[in-house]
T-cell receptor, first 115, second 114 residues
Framework: AQKVTQAQTEISVVEKEDVTLDCVYE???????LFWYKQPPSGELVFLIR??????QNEISGRYSWNFQKSTSSFNFTITASQVVDSAVYFC????????????FGKGTKLTVNP | DADVTQTPRNRITKTGKRIMLECSQT?????MYWYRQDPGLGLQLIYY???????NKGEISDGYSVSRQAQAKFSLSLESAIPNQTALYFC?????????????FGPGTRLTVL
């Protein structure tokens, strides 16, 4: 069965600090897709990034960067120079291939950035 | 206009009442999903549909039913609501042909059962 673990339930940082959100996944599929979503206090899910299992290149988008390592089954997310607006719950998710092709979500990490 | 819409956005109801949550999409996608989010538990799949005639149960379908009225519409019903169905409900769509199996989410419906 597929599983996504976000071991950090809550993280609190001071503005301008860098912060890394961990994501470890389990799957027996050789082809799979990974995602990160942001859920601000308003509740909607905001798509941040997607990655397929064959592309281990790290990605940077502004203050956001992602480190995908198949050897450790991890897909970690780093926010550089955090801002108060980054405060949200962040979810890592794994897309099942075949069957329902549902998204399997981690339980989320609540990030609070204090001024 | 949003590609995936959900109505209502917020609903308070009483135990035992029947309630329907509606989802509409303009993305032209065949696949639609209903997820439930409980605090601290992430999202779990309730039902999914690959087309109008194909509806399947997800992980937590007990107490729920669905209807796929058209390609663009997928409704979730609680036949007799109970307090532990209080949650945030999301509808999602996907094309089924997208390389990443990406799903597009609606804004969510916050349901409270008293």
């Amino acid at each position: 069965a597929q599983k996504v673990t976000q071991a950090q339930t809550e993280i609190s940082v001071v503005e301008k600090e860098d912060v890394t959100l961990d994501c470890v996944y389990e799957t027996r599929d050789t082809t799979y897709y990974l995602f990160w979503y942001k859920q601000p206090p308003s509740g909607e899910l905001v798509f941040l990034i997607r990655r397929n299992s064959f592309d281990e290149q790290n990605e940077i988008s502004g203050r956001y960067s992602w480190n995908f390592q198949k050897s450790t089954s991890s897909f970690n997310f780093t926010i550089t120079a955090s801002q108060v607006v980054d405060s949200a719950v962040y979810f890592c998710a794994l897309s099942e291939v075949g069957g329902s092709e549902k998204l399997v979500f981690g339980k989320g990490t609540k990030l609070t950035v204090n001024p | 206009d949003a590609d995936v819409t959900q109505t209502p956005r917020n609903r308070i109801t009483k135990t035992g009442k029947r309630i329907m949550l509606e989802c509409s999409q303009t993305k032209g996608h065949d696949r639609m999903y209903w997820y439930r989010q409980d605090p601290g538990l992430g999202l779990q799949l309730i039902y999914y549909s690959f087309d109008v005639k194909d509806i399947n149960k997800g992980e937590i379908s007990d107490g729920y039913s669905v209807s796929r009225q058209a390609q663009a519409k997928f409704s979730l019903s609680l036949e007799s609501a109970i307090p532990n169905q209080t949650a945030l409900y999301f509808c999602a769509t996907s094309s089924g042909t997208d390389y990443y199996n990406e799903q597009f989410f609606g804004p969510g419906t916050r349901l409270t059962v008293l």
